[in-house]
């Protein structure tokens, strides 16, 4: 059986073992035909489920049901295990770990603040870019949450960088976090933002009318 997933631009397709690639192929071909339509290869990845022994035998032959009468494009990528892709914002793959998804989004904060920092920004100059990089670069990466390991990387992190990487910052960073009406910066807290996502979470299932997921 054959099952898609469609939202926007993005499709999700599963196959089973016994589903063949060619038929799928075919269906694309008449429709792209009809539609004037084109499949972006380059943005198309597969990731083998079922046993290792399948997942390998898809990696190495190239081939989802070996039956197929040719392999899959070159230009797809398949996906081996330890490697996870993104679908709809979430991350997903094979023996993934959970801080793998923000291993390159915290390498991304890294180069950003070191870049702004050669400029010498203020006290204040630097509280805003904290709110700017920080904010827009793990606002997107959060459908599964943020590991312990990679929320307590980034508060040190921000600590560096309100302090140029002084081994003794002049005030302590929950006090920079304090709102301005009482001493402090409104700085960004990460745990406390963390906090407030899963709160609103769980929002929906407090709502006890009809409303209320199942």
Same mark, same amino acid.
């Given at each position: 059986?054959?099952?898609?997933?469609?939202?926007?631009?993005?499709?999700?397709?599963?196959?089973?073992?016994?589903?063949?690639?060619? @038929?799928?192929?075919?269906?694309?071909?008449?429709?792209?035909?009809?539609?004037?339509?084109?499949? @972006?290869?380059?943005?198309?990845?597969?990731?083998?489920?079922?046993?290792?022994?399948?997942?390998?035998?898809?990696?190495?032959?190239?081939?989802?049901?070996?039956?197929?009468?040719?392999?899959?494009?070159?230009?797809?990528?398949?996906?081996?295990?330890?490697?996870?892709?993104?679908?709809?914002?979430?991350?997903?793959?094979?023996?993934?770990?959970?801080?793998?998804?923000?291993?390159?989004?915290?390498?991304?904060?890294?180069?950003?603040?070191?870049?702004?920092?050669?400029?010498?920004?203020?006290?204040?100059?630097?509280?805003?870019?904290?709110?700017?990089?920080?904010?827009?670069?793990?606002?997107?990466?959060?459908?599964?949450?943020?590991?312990?390991?990679?929320?307590?990387?980034?508060?040190?992190?921000?600590?560096?960088?309100?302090?140029?990487?002084?081994?003794?910052?002049?005030?302590?960073?929950?006090?920079?976090?304090?709102?301005?009406?009482?001493?402090?910066?409104?700085?960004?807290?990460?745990?406390?933002?963390?906090?407030?996502?899963?709160?609103?979470?769980?929002?929906?299932?407090?709502?006890?009318?009809?409303?209320?997921?199942?």
């Amino acid at each position: 059986m054959i099952i898609t997933s469609l939202f926007a631009d993005d499709m999700n397709l599963f196959l089973s073992r016994n589903d063949r690639m060619d @038929n799928v192929q075919q269906i694309l071909d008449k429709w792209c035909k009809a539609s004037g339509a084109k499949f @972006n290869m380059e943005k198309s990845e597969i990731i083998p489920i079922e046993s290792e022994d399948h997942r390998s035998k898809v990696i190495e032959t190239r081939k989802i049901n070996q039956e197929d009468s040719s392999p899959l494009d070159e230009k797809i990528r398949i996906t081996t295990d330890g490697v996870a892709i993104r679908s709809l914002g979430a991350w997903i793959g094979n023996k993934t770990s959970a801080e793998t998804p923000w291993e390159p989004v915290v390498n991304k904060i890294h180069n950003a603040l070191q870049r702004w920092g050669r400029l010498q920004p203020t006290l204040i100059g630097r509280k805003l870019l904290v709110q700017a990089i920080f904010g827009g670069h793990i606002q997107f990466t959060q459908a599964q949450g943020m590991p312990k390991k990679i929320e307590q990387t980034l508060t040190k992190m921000i600590r560096d960088f309100m302090w140029e990487e002084s081994s003794s910052p002049r005030i302590a960073l929950s006090a920079l976090q304090r709102p301005r009406e009482e001493g402090g910066l409104n700085l960004l807290d990460i745990e406390a933002r963390n906090e407030a996502i899963e709160i609103t979470w769980l929002k929906p299932y407090l709502d006890l009318s009809a409303n209320r997921p199942t």
